[in-house]
């Protein structure tokens, strides 16, 4: 049992290149999410999924995409990197949305955009 | 505005000595409250979760406390490991639609021998 994997550990990207930061989880979960986490801040939500084919904004979403074709699989997508994206990703996911039950986090990306 | 606040920002101890970490939230409408472990480099590791009704939990050497009329928790350690060296976040939930989550910037903790 993998838990929540994401690939790659680390990256480097010029301004205006696009990638595609991947995560799975391999626990059935249907709740999955996505955080940035930068100096000094707590961790912002940038887009949610409550299961395959529905996926919704957090609070940070500008210059992201998500998809949930499966439920093991929830890809985060840089459309034209920015300078401001510069942080640690972290993936997570949750049996179902409900408030109590425990999330897990994979072990994040490092990514800077120079 | 919901917010969680960590006190202190950073924190050095000796091993074996005990630490307590303060987390202070405006969160409204409350549902629970949760500690976590980041170590370096990893991905958050949940310690406690604790709703309403709960004042105390603990898992191990960790205790958390949960006053939830003054709007208060605390974690507390004790004994200290160099293992324990690492951030400890403090995440409270929002009963709203969404279920949102509202993230401490952490307490970073540096035991040394």
């Known amino acids: 049992n993998a838990g929540v994997t994401q690939t790659p550990k680390f990256q480097v990207l010029k301004t205006g290149q696009s990638m595609t930061l991947q995560c799975a989880q391999d626990m059935n979960h249907e709740y999955m999410s996505w955080y940035r986490q930068d100096p000094g801040m707590g961790l912002r939500l940038i887009h949610y999924?409550?299961?395959?084919?529905?996926?919704d904004q957090g609070e940070v979403p500008n210059g992201y995409n998500v998809s949930r074709s499966t439920t093991e699989d929830f890809p985060l997508r840089l459309l034209s990197a920015a300078p401001s994206q510069t942080s640690v990703y972290f993936c997570?996911?949750?049996?179902?949305?409900?408030?109590?039950?425990?999330?897990?986090f994979g072990p994040g990306t490092r990514l800077t955009v120079t | 505005k919901n917010q969680v606040e960590q006190s202190p920002q950073s924190l050095i101890i000796l091993e074996g000595k005990n630490c307590t970490l303060q987390?202070?939230?405006?969160?409204?409408?409350?549902?629970?409250l949760r500690w976590y472990k980041q170590d370096t480099g990893r991905g958050p590791v949940s310690l406690t979760i604790?709703?309403?009704?709960?004042n105390t939990k603990s898992n191990g050497r960790y205790t958390a406390t949960l006053d939830a009329d003054t709007k208060q928790s605390s974690l507390h350690i004790t004994a200290s490991q160099l293992s324990d060296s690492a951030s400890y976040i403090c995440v409270v939930s929002a009963r709203v639609v969404g279920n949102k989550l509202v993230f401490g910037a952490g307490t970073i903790l540096r035991v040394k021998s």
């Open positions: 604790m709703t309403f009704s709960e």
């Open positions: 987390c202070n939230y405006t969160v409204s409408p409350f549902s629970n």
């Open positions: 999924s409550v299961g395959a084919g529905i996926t």
């Open positions: 997570a996911s949750s049996y179902s949305n409900s408030l109590n039950y425990e999330q897990y």
